[in-house]
């Protein structure tokens, strides 16, 4: 991984908690935030772990709102 997707991702989990609910983040993210890698992101969104992405034509994104309810159930 390069330095440049590094930061990006680095500064894309800082903002983490200042996006609202409707907006969407890619998959490098989405294993930033449940601290494992790309592939994992993967199997775990097929086992129901991780809430199911949506696609805008060739890009696949996760809805901040149910990343926060996924990863914080108790506040739902």
């Keep these: ?45 097929a086992a129901g772990l991780i809430p199911a992405p949506k696609k805008f034509g060739h890009s696949t994104r996760w809805n901040v709102g149910q990343l926060r309810a996924n990863l914080m159930p108790e506040a739902a």
């Design 1 to 45: 991984m390069s330095d440049l997707t590094k930061a990006l991702i680095s500064k894309a989990l800082a903002s983490f908690d200042y996006q609202p609910d409707s907006a969407h983040v890619d998959v490098r993210t989405v294993a930033g935030l449940y601290g494992c890698s790309v592939p994992t992101v993967w199997r775990r969104v």
